[in-house]
């Protein structure tokens, strides 16, 4: 447009143009910026969970037989849980049937000598029938 005094006014599309520009740069750098932070969260494994059914998960992944899924570090620490209760429960089971055998053991020793005692008490018994029968044969001749 031209003024009164015949001068070149400078065009409304003239100032706009790097208004907008400046604009467009903002957004393009919010959207950089977003973009780039998405990709950090992403590669940190905070998406893991919700991406590990499309396999897009960062960290490595686990489903256990509940159902529950377990990522990066909680992986680590719930495969750590898991074969600290398996060498427990093997401990355990390990002492249990050390324990088993030792009563087996002593239970067949009771046995052993409850039966040579009862020999014995036999043994006695019959012995003193024997002598309780030669004393009523002296004492009846």
């Known amino acids: ?3 009164i005094s015949g001068t070149a006014e400078p065009s409304e599309d003239a100032t ?3 208004r907008k520009w400046h604009q467009r740069a903002a957004w393009r750098l919010l959207i950089v910026v977003a973009v780039l932070v998405l990709v950090a969260a992403w590669r940190a494994g905070s998406f893991d969970h919700a991406l590990v059914n499309v396999g897009l998960n960062a960290k490595p992944c686990a489903r256990n037989g509940f159902g529950a899924t377990f990522c990066g570090t909680e992986l680590e620490e719930y495969r750590a849980r898991i074969h600290r209760v398996k060498t427990e429960g093997e401990a355990t089971e390990s002492k249990i ?3 088993s055998e030792e009563d087996n053991q002593r239970s067949r020793e009771l046995i052993r000598r409850s039966q040579e005692e009862a020999a014995a008490a036999g043994q006695r018994y019959q ?4 002598r309780g029968q030669e004393e009523a044969a002296r004492a009846h001749p």
């Open 1 to 3: 447009m031209r003024s």
């Open 16 to 18: 706009e143009r790097p």
């Open 97 to 99: 049937r050390r324990q």
């Open 127 to 130: 012995e003193l029938a024997k």
